[in-house]
């Protein structure tokens, strides 16, 4: 039996016990070197490895079919109200006829793609090489290990048709503002974001509409991109409707 704790992933290897040896990751290792010249040698190289992840990724998901991304804070626990939610939302997107992609991890990732596997729907995980987590949540049906971001990221966005937004941290408004990002400057189109949690997101929303748009740094519309809601099934009837939108 392992010791889950001291599991590493480093891409798709898996590090256990006397052969976990380097605490850094393949991002910090490429982002990290500013100092020698180094890089020139080996950095070439990576992109082979950058390459390989792409492939991977679009082998593995070319076939998924309708997909929606569901995000949040990997810190929630098994008794929090918000691993009901996603829980509930898993499984209404696959009742509803998606698959559901997170991003393999504990908490709310884990919660959705246990709904979407016990609703007997695809449950994929697109997992990352971090210092703090290992591997991929039981319930992920079909799972990739990336090393880069990037590159994982390309995968949400190229592979669902929305996103489903839980309360999160870093990691989870990361995603939420590439998405807007991409809406805004209509690098993916027909593409709804929405948030669950009113009283978490409501904060945030507030200082969009009286800082940044009072000031002129969005337009009005840019808001318009999402919709805050307490109810799963308005978020999984705007995935359906804009299903049936793009065609």
């Not at 999160?168 to 690098?187: H, I, P, S, Y």
Request: glycine share 12%; aromatic share 8%; proline share 3%.
């Amino acid at each position: 039996m392992s010791d889950r704790t001291t599991d590493r992933m480093k891409g798709p290897v898996v590090e256990r016990r006397g052969q976990v040896k380097d605490g850094s990751t393949t991002d910090q290792r490429l982002l990290d070197s500013r100092s020698s010249a180094d890089w020139v040698h080996t950095d070439p190289w990576r992109v082979l490895r950058i390459q390989a992840e792409f492939v991977e990724g679009f082998g593995a998901l070319a076939e998924l079919g309708p997909a929606i991304a569901v995000f949040g804070s990997a810190r929630t626990s098994v008794d929090h109200p918000h691993y009901a939610v996603a829980e509930e939302a898993g499984r209404k997107l696959v009742e509803s006829g998606f698959a559901v992609i997170t991003g393999g991890g504990p908490g709310t990732m884990e919660a959705a793609n246990k709904g979407a596997c016990e609703a007997g729907g695809v449950s994929v995980g697109l997992g990352i090489e971090l210092p703090f987590e290992s591997g991929l949540n039981q319930w992920v049906d079909k799972g990739i290990n990336f090393r880069y971001f990037f590159a994982r990221k390309t995968m949400f966005v190229k592979y669902s048709q929305g996103f489903v937004v839980l309360p999160g941290g870093l990691g989870t408004l990361d995603e939420l503002f590439e998405a807007l990002t991409l809406v805004q400057t209509r690098k993916v189109t027909s593409f709804p974001i929405v948030l669950i949690g009113t009283a978490y997101w409501q904060g945030l929303l507030g200082w969009l509409r009286e800082t940044a748009l009072a000031e002129g740094k969005i337009k009005a519309t840019d808001l318009d991109m999402m919709v805050l809601t307490d109810d799963v099934d308005e978020a999984v009837a705007l995935m359906v409707a804009a299903k049936k939108a793009h065609g």
